[in-house]
């Protein structure tokens, strides 16, 4: 018995073999949004509590992906050091997911700069990722490192392509099994994946986003373009073609994933509260469902803002949003 315990022990401490098994082990995430992405913690109405991480796994989410605005709190001359202060709130971020059994998706947001002047900005990028990395290689399996999020504008596929190589080869100097999540060009959509060149290394996983129509989950958005800003009564009813327009681009996703043969976890999908309830569950429970279909791991955007799932004013879940989330 003694044994057998401690074996137990052993192979639940071991990280998953491969890409494939660290995706599954994902499961169901949701994004810890409009926090420590923001200019600064706080500038977007939310401050990360530790009860907040007690709630998500309450709620039997597997994973929380943790977007991080790095470039924020970081020199702008090499060697391009993270605040120290900064680096500790990471820190308890990563203490609190460990505590509650959660696996996190650690990423860099958010890098204007580096959309906007990639060759200026790509050794900065890499230098972030070098401390990151350095700090974070002792932290369990269940620590992801997600390279960028959402690459765009001038960050071309050429260009993303190449700061891929560079930054995981400085990555797995300190973490050479670390499971790394990789995103395509065009705020990671799915019609970009043929463009996504990736090195040879196993312990790669594909993320793409889904917010498909813009018109239905980002109308009222104020930062949305204004066709789609000034949008409202917009709704999904999960009628044969809006479910034909869903299944066709997450088969597009899964067909590119079975040739490549790399894992997908979709990192974003969400509804803004704009659009109705009835509508935002329906498309929610749609989207989720159908990735799980095609074996996708997920996280849904986001806790506790405008797309959020968990009223943070009530201190209870929005229960039509955690019902399509977590619910066959």
């Known amino acids: ?42 500038d977007w109405g939310l401050k990360l509590e530790a009860d907040y991480f007690k709630q998500i796994k309450a709620a039997h989410f597997d994973t929380v992906r943790v977007p991080v605005r790095w470039s924020a709190h970081a020199a702008e001359e090499a060697p391009y050091t993270i605040d120290a202060d900064f680096f500790k709130r990471v820190d308890w971020v990563l203490d609190q997911c460990e505590a509650n059994h959660l696996n996190a998706v650690l990423n860099v947001h958010h890098y204007d700069a580096l959309d906007k002047d990639p060759d200026k900005h790509t050794a900065r990028l890499v230098a972030l990722w070098q401390q990151i990395a350095t700090r974070y290689k002792d932290r369990p399996a269940g620590v992801y490192f997600e390279l960028y999020n959402e690459p765009h504008d001038k960050l071309t596929a050429d260009k993303w392509n190449d700061a891929v190589a560079k930054v995981l080869a400085e990555v797995r100097k300190t973490n050479p099994t670390r499971p790394v999540i990789v995103g395509p060009v065009s705020w990671n959509s799915f019609r970009s ?43 999904w009813e999960g ?90």
């Open 239 to 328: 009628t044969d073609a809006q479910m034909a327009e869903l299944r066709n681009a997450l088969d597009a996703a899964a067909k590119w994933a079975k040739e490549n043969k790399r894992p997908v976890f979709l990192g974003e999908f969400g509804a803004y509260s704009k659009a109705d309830m009835a509508s935002r569950a329906k498309w929610t429970k749609a989207v989720a469902r159908e990735a799980e279909a095609r074996g996708f791991s997920w996280a849904y955007w986001e806790f506790a803002s405008g797309f959020g799932a968990y009223d943070k004013d009530k201190k209870e879940w929005r229960e039509p949003l955690l019902k399509a989330l977590m619910e066959k």
């Open 1 to 42: 018995m003694i044994l057998a315990l401690l074996l137990a022990v052993v192979t639940a401490a071991e990280p998953p073999a491969d890409a494939a098994a660290a995706n599954k082990a994902l499961g169901r995430g949701i994004n810890l949004g409009n926090a420590l992405e923001a200019p600064k913690e706080g």
């Open 193 to 235: 994946l043929p463009q996504l060149k990736l090195p040879e290394d196993k312990n790669l996983i594909v993320t793409v986003h889904y917010y498909e129509p813009m018109t239905f989950t980002h109308q009222g958005a104020d930062w949305a373009p204004p066709k789609i800003r000034d949008l409202k009564d917009q709704t």
